[in-house]
């Protein structure tokens, strides 16, 4: 198979939460391969440095500010893309996360008492967050009979993860979601339009570390359960990511939609014996 399978250059590409550890590391990714980068967050200001590094680096990146659980917002976004590309070609939905109200801890929050705002939040966040993207830029690609859309779901979608009863069930949605999408947009508008996923496994964040790791850096009792059932034996580094997201974003994966990629070191494969 050629290079040029794995070509992405010159493609407009969306990145939602782009100020994250992973996301942003897809980001310049992307840059490097030449693709034309809008990053959005609510807060413009927080994407300055990484818009900063990637335009340094000879790369194309613009901030937006745009709210993913804000139709609105985000039309207003897809206005200026249109405006200054006239199309798009990717839309990476990287916004989500967590919050520690919405998350079970023992001898802290029982699930009885988990905050129902919070329980709100992490569910608009990851799943809102995603299908609002999606229609706002999808409609642009089904004007455009073609394009392209990568989802972020997570290995709790798969087999939910104590504790993170919000995360789990918003992101397990992302995945009905993603297989769904990507039947609506092949047979309604175009067979050219893809949309897929990638469930990334155990990575160091500032969304997971508090319950990973302890103040002085070493494992806490959940976070050495994961790396025991984790085959690979560590966590993963942004880097794991990448080739991945450049395979689906490119014309190499033109035959793939509707699936959900692990990267995970063999965790969902592994049953524990």
């Known amino acids: 198979m050629s290079d040029s399978s794995f ?42 440095s990484l818009t900063a590094e990637i335009n340094d680096a000879g790369g194309e990146a613009t901030a937006l500010a745009g709210d993913v659980t804000s139709k609105e917002s985000l039309q207003e976004c897809a206005a200026l893309v249109k405006e200054k590309y006239g199309r798009i070609d990717l839309l990476v939905n990287g916004a989500g996360g967590n919050h520690p109200d919405a998350t079970a ?33 999808g409609e642009l690609m089904a004007e ?76 806490t009792d959940r976070g050495q359960t994961i790396i025991d059932h984790t085959p690979q034996g560590r966590f993963g580094e942004p880097e794991d990511l990448l080739s991945v997201l450049v395979w689906l974003a490119s014309s190499g994966s033109k035959f793939v939609t509707g699936t959900v990629i692990p990267v995970d070191g063999g965790f969902q494969a592994f049953s524990g014996v």
Not at 19 to 48: C, P, T
Not at 189 to 201: D, E, T, Y
Request: glycine share 8%.
């Open 7 to 48: 070509d992405v250059s010159g493609l407009v590409t969306v990145v939602t939460g782009a100020n994250g550890v992973l996301i942003s590391a897809m980001a310049r990714e992307l840059a490097a391969r030449g693709a034309k980068l809008v990053l959005l967050s609510r807060n413009a200001d927080k994407l300055s």
């Open 105 to 137: 801890m023992p001898g802290q929050r029982s699930f009885f008492d988990l905050d129902a705002g919070a329980l709100k939040f992490v569910t608009e966040l990851n799943l809102v967050g995603t299908v609002l993207p999606c229609q706002v830029f």
């Open 144 to 219: 455009q009979k073609e394009g392209n859309i990568i989802n972020i779901s997570s290995m709790t979608a798969f087999k939910p993860l104590t504790r993170v009863v919000g995360y789990a069930a918003a992101k397990a949605a992302v995945n009905n979601f993603t297989e769904w999408l990507s039947v609506h947009m092949a047979q309604e508008h175009s067979p050219a339009i893809r949309v897929n996923a990638i469930a990334p496994g155990f990575f160091l964040t500032e969304q997971n570390r508090f319950l990973l790791t302890n103040e002085d850096g070493s494992l």
